[in-house]
Nanobody, 117 residues
Framework: QVQLVESGGGLVQSGGSLRLSCAAT????????MGWQRQATGKQRELVAD???????NYGGSVKGRFTISRDNAKNTVYLQMNSLKPEDTAVYCC???????????WGQGTQVTVSS
């Protein structure tokens, strides 16, 4: 089993920045891909960004150019740097992990990000 613990959410004004962290513990040898998804109230969950064990990255269209995903394999941690935040970025952000090329198997509890206008 893998446990994912997120941190770094909060309230920020429009145009501001936040950095989310997600630390993985447990059977981390099984992890390839790690990423972030978000779900706003009344909306479907959507991809924010993900990264494979080889370092390939992928971003959701609405965050390209503003968000950056990075990974520290020594710390088994993935980060999401969010810049130029907009009110529409308000959502619960969840960390996810799994094998490269497969559906995510593990999910964190989620952290709330609220962007005020």
């Amino acid at each position: 089993q893998v446990q994912l613990v997120e941190s770094g959410g909060g309230l920020v004004q429009s145009g501001g920045s936040l950095r989310l962290s997600c630390a993985a513990t447990g059977s981390i040898f099984s992890i390839g891909a790690m990423g972030w998804q978000r779900q706003a109230t009344g909306k479907q969950r959507e991809l924010v960004a993900d990264t494979t064990s080889g370092g390939d990255t992928n971003y959701g269209g609405s965050v390209k150019g503003r968000f950056t995903i990075s990974r520290d394999n020594a710390k088994n941690t993935v980060y999401l740097q969010m810049n130029s935040l907009k009110p529409e970025d308000t959502a619960v952000y969840c960390c996810a992990a799994g094998r490269d090329g497969s559906e995510y198997e593990y999910w964190g509890q989620g952290t709330q990000v609220t962007v005020s206008s």
